[in-house]
């Protein structure tokens, strides 16, 4: 049974940072890609970023670019999702998903696996 728990979520004011992390257990976390998504109040889940399954290669939401960065840990099967400037009302519960292979996608409905989520909520 594969799991993925989000952790670091919490209240940051604008222009802060951030960091998430995603620890994985039950796979062969090398395996998979990782995507970060977020869901504010009464919106959509949309895309944020992810990494291939070796982490060489990563690709961001227009929105985060620059601004935030996946990175991971393999031997920890960990993922993280730094972020940096944070912007005012941009409060959102962040979900980190895994897929099966290297490919890397935006779409939710592509990702095998879901964490619960974290909540971040930012100040201004």
């Known amino acids: 049974q594969v799991q993925l728990i989000e952790s670091g979520g919490g209240l940051v004011q604008a222009g802060g940072s951030l960091r998430l992390s995603c620890a994985a257990s039950?796979?062969?976390?090398?395996?998979?890609?990782m995507g970060w998504f977020r869901q504010a109040p009464g919106k959509e889940r949309e895309f944020v970023g992810t990494?291939?399954?070796?982490?060489?290669?990563?690709y961001y939401a227009d929105s985060v670019k620059g601004r935030f960065t996946i990175s991971r840990d393999n031997a920890k099967n960990t993922v993280y999702l730094q972020m940096n400037s944070l912007r005012p009302g941009k409060t959102a519960v962040y979900y980190c998903?895994?897929?099966?292979?290297?490919?890397?996608?935006?779409?939710?409905?592509?990702?095998?696996?879901w964490g619960q989520g974290t909540q971040v909520t930012v100040s201004s």
């Open positions: 039950g796979c062969k976390f090398g395996s998979y890609a």
């Open positions: 998903a895994a897929r099966y292979g290297s490919m890397l996608t935006l779409y939710a409905d592509e990702y095998d696996y």
């Open positions: 990494s291939t399954d070796n982490g060489d290669n990563t």
